[in-house]
């Protein structure tokens, strides 16, 4: 069984920056196709970026190109999501998410994502 650990949450300013991780229990996921998501009090799960199995392809939600980038290493089976020029509107739980679909091309749908973390809080302040 897949375990999806996340961190790198906090408290910040809007325009600050925040890296967040995702470290995966299991070299498989290396194999994978993984995602960001979000859920705002009050709001459902959103999507936030996707990332393929070998790096080279990448999905953004429209609110967040140019300020975060998704990226992965999977020697060392972690997940990142790096977040810049931060937004109150970013103010959410952030869960990574893998898909249990080898070599999988990533996807923008919750519903196609096998394995949660338990979330990290990021909260922004004006």
């Known amino acids: 069984q897949v375990q999806l650990v996340e961190s790198g949450g906090g408290l910040v300013q809007a325009g600050d920056s925040l890296r967040l991780s995702c470290a995966s229990s299991e070299r498989t996921t290396g194999n994978y196709a993984m995602g960001w998501f979000r859920q705002a009090p009050g709001k459902e799960r959103e999507f936030v970026a996707t990332i393929n199995w070998n790096n080279k392809n990448t999905f953004y939600t429209d609110s967040v190109k140019g300020r975060f980038t998704i990226s992965r290493h999977n020697a060392r089976n972690i997940l990142y999501l790096q977040m810049n020029s931060l937004k109150p509107e970013d103010t959410a739980v952030y869960y990574c998410?893998?898909?249990?679909?080898?070599?999988?091309?990533?996807?923008?749908?919750?519903?196609?994502?096998?394995?949660w973390g338990q979330g990290t809080q990021v909260t922004v302040r004006s």
């Open positions: 998410a893998a898909q249990g679909l080898l070599y999988g091309l990533g996807t923008e749908n919750a519903h196609e994502y096998d394995y």
